[in-house]
């Protein structure tokens, strides 16, 4: 029998009632984000509560949240799985599979790409199986790549204190260069570009204006390699950083550091991930076309820059997409956060004993640097406007929903009478 004398418990310890702000019931915005949530595997209504909070202002209590959900008719895996018919189930697997034909997507990574793709939660039991049963030598041919250096803990402070930037050639080869910048701390991927050239200091230079305009500031430290087309970048960070962050030192703590590539940690290894799940896929559907593209005929290369890079570009959003939703594996021995997605541990910093670093910049002055850049965005451009114009009207003619990696050369072969 319990003490009479034991002290009241207080069940609302922030007195807020949350009840007296919870938006109602048929509110079309609350549904959305709660819908975006659960297709980004963000299911646990705790942390849906706190993120409705942090990203949106919104206070739901997780109770209203479980209520939500079941109204919204948004179920776990476990009860999707079992109601789907076997066919349906087996087929959303298939289409996750036929992205990969290289077969590196472990089942992980395809229930997760099932889930961002259509929003139906799948077990992770359920994929597994199927990837066994129609195709058993893909979990033969997936497994760990040799480490190349001895891994290092790698510490910082929170989000933004610093930003990890470099270059992907994987893809140079067939002419589409990658950029890409990540956090260190949350390991989140800030940017993914195709461009023309990942070795040309002003386009390396737009795009960390770009990030800085979208994220309002700018890291603490940016790390790149040593190569020439970074220089910009240090000039830039060391400029902005004596203007808006005064107060650090850019001899204690410089505002720009080059690295090796095999110490730039955090970038090398999401390159490793980005092969194996994505760009070794491109290549084979590139290849696909190896019968139908002459590299040599004007015409035909005209059509493939256009047609090709707003495609990588389509696709590196959604796997950057992917990435920042991918729960990582829980290691403790980890200093920065594990066993959360990036998208999390960035929106909860403070979940994590972690602070937002981010040092605010003036971002009115930012198109007017961006516009100092000798060429402008126009150096990020494959085509010119007079092309692209002509490709437009080809297209809209044709009627073509979309292009994706599995009929693009179908699209390139249609379009191509009527741009010769």
Known sequence: ??????????????????????????????????????????????????????????????????????????????????ALPVAEKRQLVLDEMALDPTGRRGPNTVREGV?????????????????????????????????????????????????????????????????????????????????????RQKAIALLFLQLIQKYGGMPIQMSTDCGSETTQVFGLANALREIYSPELSTSELPAHRFLRSVRNITIERGWLALRLQWGDNVKQFWHAGANIYVESNPDHYNLVQWLWPPLIQAELDQLRNRLNNHVVRKDSNKKNPSGVAPNVAMALPEKYHAENCLQEVDTTILPELMAAVEGGENILEFCDSEYSARAQEAYDLLGIQTVTLINVWAVFSAMLPLMT
């Open 115 to 199: 889930l961002l793709t259509t929003g139906i939660s799948l077990t992770r039991t359920y994929v597994r199986g199927e990837m066994h049963l129609q195709d058993p030598k893909g979990f033969e041919i997936r497994e760990p790549a040799a480490k190349k250096i001895k891994r290092t803990a790698l510490v910082s402070l929170g989000p933004h204190h610093e930003w990890s930037g470099d270059g992907h050639d994987k893809l140079a080869a067939i002419g589409f260069p990658i950029w890409g910048v990540r956090d260190v701390w949350s390991g989140k991927w800030l940017g993914l570009w195709v461009v023309p050239n990942n070795r």
């Open 1 to 82: 029998m319990a003490s009479t004398n034991s002290a009241p418990t207080n069940n609302n310890p922030t007195g807020i009632n949350q009840h007296k702000d919870c938006p109602k019931t048929d509110d079309e915005r609350v549904e959305a984000i709660i819908r975006e949530y659960h297709r980004r595997g963000v299911q646990n209504r705790i942390k849906v509560s706190e993120l409705l909070y942090k990203e949106h202002g919104i206070q739901m209590s997780d109770t209203t949240i479980a209520r939500r959900r079941k109204q919204y008719g948004l179920q776990g895996s476990g009860a999707t799985t079992r």
